[in-house]
């Protein structure tokens, strides 16, 4: 097998594996409100809806960027993320960290039409809404992104501090 061909293997290898291989498309993306098997990750998991401590919408729009860019939540508090699409063209919501998200990022230039449901993730049609319940149940500084091509690029990206509880 020569190199070009082991790359292409290698490399579809590893999208088969790749969290971010079934990431976008026409499907249904994950309302809060369907069950799912909640999975740790750096910037929190995923949460029923019942434990919601506070609601707060995100807004988005074709400018590319969110309103409001920048969100603060305590450590352990759950949050209901209505995240409202503004715009005429399709958007999206993803948690992540900075490297995860700019790594989708890359991965939606070259495969743009993937699909996926992960629970901190809403895709947006033009004047529509989703909902994520998740819990930020560890301290650090995170992002919110929409990781369609060209978006992202564009600056359509925000930040989430999560400040740790002080116990006295």
């Known amino acids: 097998m020569n190199r070009s061909t082991r790359c292409v293997v290698t490399t579809l290898a590893l999208l088969a594996i790749s969290p ?96 996926h449901a992960e629970p901190y993730m809403a895709h947006v049609a033009p004047g529509e809404s989703e909902t994520l319940v998740w819990t930020f149940n560890r301290a650090g500084r995170f992002e919110f992104a929409c990781l369609l091509p060209g978006h992202f690029e564009a600056g359509m990206k925000g930040t989430l501090e999560v400040s740790s509880v002080q116990i006295n």
């Open 20 to 115: 971010w291989a079934t990431a976008h498309g026409p499907a249904d993306h994950g309302a809060s409100n369907k069950p799912f098997e909640p999975e740790q990750m750096d910037w929190g998991i995923g949460s029923a809806s019942d434990s919601v401590d506070r609601e707060v919408v995100v807004r988005m729009n074709d400018q590319m960027r969110f309103e409001p860019e920048h969100l603060e939540v305590e450590e352990g508090e759950t949050l209901r993320l209505v995240v409202h699409n503004d715009g005429q063209l399709l958007h999206e919501f993803v948690l992540g960290d900075p490297d995860t998200l700019a790594e989708h990022a890359e991965l939606m230039k070259q495969f743009p039409d993937m699909e």
